[in-house]
């Protein structure tokens, strides 16, 4: 099985159809006042660092950084059910978290729901630990991320 992580600067097809699988699965079990994923116009600016994941080619999953001042935020972190368990999840995150420190970035941020469980265990597993709300959502209504988890790792 070969994996590769890919940068994507561009709204590609393969882009839109996997931020679209995401976004299917946090519609079916959110409340849109508890989604904080970007779209895909949001994705492809220049503050944000998107990658795709690929099995033996075929698009599997996906990931971005959100670059801010002082740290960068884990966006759109993705994989299609049949790539799980199969570390590519992790592949995707390691070049997240090279591509946030070869910027300088010291601390990577996420928020996940506390619906997530195996996302939960993910980030814990790869040495993420909580923490309070930061950045934008420090401005939100306490009901937006009633259901929210926020998540560090120091990277510097």
Same mark, same amino acid.
């Given at each position: 099985?070969?994996?590769?992580?890919? @940068?994507?600067?561009?709204?590609?097809?393969?882009?839109? !159809?996997?931020?679209?699988?995401?976004?299917? $699965? *946090?519609?079916?079990?959110?409340?849109p006042e508890n989604r904080h994923g970007y779209s895909v116009d949001r994705v492809f600016q220049p503050d944000v660092? %998107?990658?795709?994941?690929?099995?033996?080619?075929?698009?599997?999953?996906?990931?971005?950084?959100?670059?801010?001042?002082?740290?960068?935020?884990?966006?759109?972190?993705?994989? #299609?059910?049949?790539a799980r368990g199969k570390n590519v999840a992790q592949a995707v995150l390691d070049r997240l978290e090279v591509e946030? #420190? $070869?910027?300088? !970035?010291? #601390?990577?941020? *996420?928020?996940?729901?506390?619906?997530?469980?195996?996302?939960?265990? =993910?980030?814990?597993?790869?040495? %993420?630990?909580?923490?309070?709300? =930061?950045?934008?959502?420090?401005?939100?209504?306490?009901?937006?991320?009633? @259901?929210?988890? =926020? %998540?560090?790792? @120091?990277?510097?």
């Open positions: 099985m070969s994996v590769t992580i890919e @940068h994507v600067a561009t709204a590609t097809d393969d882009a839109r !159809t996997l931020i679209g699988e995401l976004d299917a $699965v *946090l519609h079916a079990d959110s409340p660092l %998107f990658y795709i994941a690929r099995m033996n080619g075929e698009p599997v999953g996906c990931g971005a950084i959100a670059l801010a001042d002082g740290y960068a935020e884990v966006k759109r972190m993705y994989l #299609r059910p049949h946030a #420190r $070869v910027r300088g !970035t010291k #601390r990577l941020l *996420l928020e996940t729901g506390d619906n997530r469980d195996a996302a939960i265990r =993910f980030y814990e597993r790869a040495g %993420f630990s909580r923490c309070g709300p =930061f950045g934008p959502y420090l401005a939100m209504r306490p009901s937006a991320i009633a @259901h929210s988890v =926020f %998540f560090e790792k @120091h990277i510097g």
